[in-house]
Nanobody, 121 residues
Framework: QVQLVESGGGLVQAGGSLRLSCVAS????????MGWYRQAPGKQRELVAL???????NYKDSVKGRFTISGDNAKNTVYLQMNSLKPEDTAVYYC???????????????WGQGTQVTVSS
């Protein structure tokens, strides 16, 4: 079993900042990527930022220059620093990890429970 635990969400005014953290634990052989997704009411879940174990990073266009993803491979942890927040960033943010629990080379997606981020105007 793999567990992802997020923290750091909350309520902030537009222009403010928040930092999300996510720790993966359990029977993990390796993780090939970790990332953040978000889902606003009535909308589909979307990728916000992703970082691979090799350090490659991908961002949703609308957060480029405002959000920064970083990771600590040794601690199975990923962070999302969110600056210049806008009301349209309001959503539940979910942590995701691609993890392998054996030595077959297969990776499966795991999800955290989500953390609410609310940006007031």
């Amino acid at each position: 079993q793999v567990q992802l635990v997020e923290s750091g969400g909350g309520l902030v005014q537009a222009g403010g900042s928040l930092r999300l953290s996510c720790v993966a634990s359990g029977r993990i052989i390796s993780i090939n990527s970790m990332g953040w997704y978000r889902q606003a009411p009535g909308k589909q879940r979307e990728l916000v930022a992703l970082i691979t174990s090799g350090g490659a990073i991908n961002y949703k266009d609308s957060v480029k220059g405002r959000f920064t993803i970083s990771g600590d491979n040794a601690k199975n942890t990923v962070y999302l620093q969110m600056n210049s927040l806008k009301p349209e960033d309001t959503a539940v943010y979910y942590c995701n990890a691609g993890a392998s629990r054996d030595h077959t080379g297969r990776y499966y997606p795991y999800w955290g429970q989500g953390t609410q981020v609310t940006v007031s105007s």
